[in-house]
């Protein structure tokens, strides 16, 4: 028993030299990590999770024949839901005089997000439009690939300091039929959806909105930089806030915990009883990021195909090798899968949907 509990020790202890500071024991008595995607919880795990991320973005702007697509960044917000806090988000930046009759300083960050009025803002609203989000969403995708077939996307989903999601979408269409920037905005704003729980109750983008063009070969690496930082917020604690902010903080998040606990996350949901995670997210049900997918008919947004599935088989064969390695054992030769050429793979299906090539 001795010997099985210091073995089981030092499997766990390999787990956390591999940096996860939570690892799981499995059924089947292995440890593996926590694959916990909040910083504040295993930052090791977290930063594995936005790097495997960032590397797919990257692999749909940079890994194919990018000259014959262009590239888009799409951001999207939820309408409004009572007016908030107006506060600069930097030193010596001025937005005018708040709501609240003050103007604020970058000072005030912490009232930023908070309602002027917590009596008077529709908590129920913002938490079911934040359920609702993946379906409008859904809606818009289908909208804008029924008018550019060729489109394919990035997306990350980031809170928004009032508690309520945007939308960050790096878009890809081919050029033979890609649009000007602000026809694939406008096209996207305007989409709306049917709640699936609130019956007849349609959900829509905010009106602030924006899209711009950008080039592989220009502001590419500057864009999935953003991107990734963007992934940092979103992996932090949405809940969580400095023991020095304002008591209003404090209120709005319980508000919005409350409007939460109290939304039907389904048509047959009874909140009081029901344990989804939906009623501690702030209603949010959306994947952080996610990719457009390939398909027997599509590319999706990567063009190698690269996924996290792809990258935790070579992290563990790496892994596998170096144990062999360090035991002296012969390493089997590597034998590459057949890859396709990639531009000539992308310039057939390119053709194929109407395209002559110059």
């Known amino acids: 028993m001795r010997a099985t509990t210091e073995e089981d020790a030092t499997a ?32 090791s795990c977290a930063e594995l999770y936005r790097g495997d991320w960032a590397a797919i973005a990257r692999s ?33 930046q001025r937005v005018g005089v708040c709501g609240c009759g003050v103007e604020h300083s970058a000072t005030d960050a912490g009232l930023r997000g908070v309602p002027l009025d917590g009596g ?20 818009t995708r289908r909208r804008m690939r029924d008018r550019w077939d060729s489109l394919e996307y990035f997306i990350v989903r980031e809170w928004q300091d009032r508690g309520v999601l945007h939308v960050h979408a790096i878009i890809r269409v081919a050029r033979f039929e890609a649009p000007p920037a602000d026809v ?9 959806a049917v709640s699936r729980v609130d019956a007849g109750v349609v959900v829509e983008w905010g009106t602030q909105a924006r899209c711009d ?13 953003y991107l990734s930082k963007a992934l940092n917020y979103v992996l932090k604690d949405v809940a969580m806030a400095s023991d020095d902010a304002p008591v209003d903080v404090w209120r709005h998040q319980v508000a919005l915990g ?11 949901c009874e909140p009081q009883d029901c344990v989804n995670l939906v009623h501690k997210r702030f209603g949010s049900r959306s994947q952080v990021v996610s990719a457009s997918r390939r398909t027997k008919n599509r590319t999706g947004w990567s063009f190698p195909g690269l996924t996290r ?22 390493v089997p030769p590597v034998v590459p899968a057949p890859l396709e050429d990639l531009a000539a793979r ?13």
């Open 12 to 43: 766990r202890a390999a787990v956390v030299a591999r940096g996860c500071s939570s690892p799981i024991r499995t059924a089947t008595g292995v440890w593996v990590r926590c694959g916990s995607r909040i910083k504040s919880k295993c930052e």
């Open 60 to 92: 749909g702007v940079f890994d194919g024949p990018v000259a014959e697509f262009r590239f888009y960044l799409l951001t999207l917000t939820a309408p409004s839901f009572g007016r908030v806090h107006r506060v600069p988000r930097d030193a010596g």
């Open 120 to 139: 008077a803002y529709d908590y129920a609203g913002q938490v079911a439009w934040n359920r609702d989000a993946g379906v409008l969403w859904d809606r």
């Open 184 to 192: 694939l905005r406008d096209a996207a704003r305007t989409a709306t």
């Open 213 to 225: 063009a950008f080039r592989a070969d220009g502001d590419g690496a500057k864009t999935i930089w």
């Open 258 to 268: 409350d409007a939460a606990r109290q939304m039907r996350c389904s048509r047959d």
């Open 309 to 330: 599935t792809v990258q935790r088989r070579l992290r563990r064969e790496w892994w596998e090798s170096r144990l062999r390695d360090e035991a002296g054992e012969p």
């Open 346 to 358: 992308s310039r057939r299906e390119l053709i194929a949907r109407g395209w002559s090539a110059p």
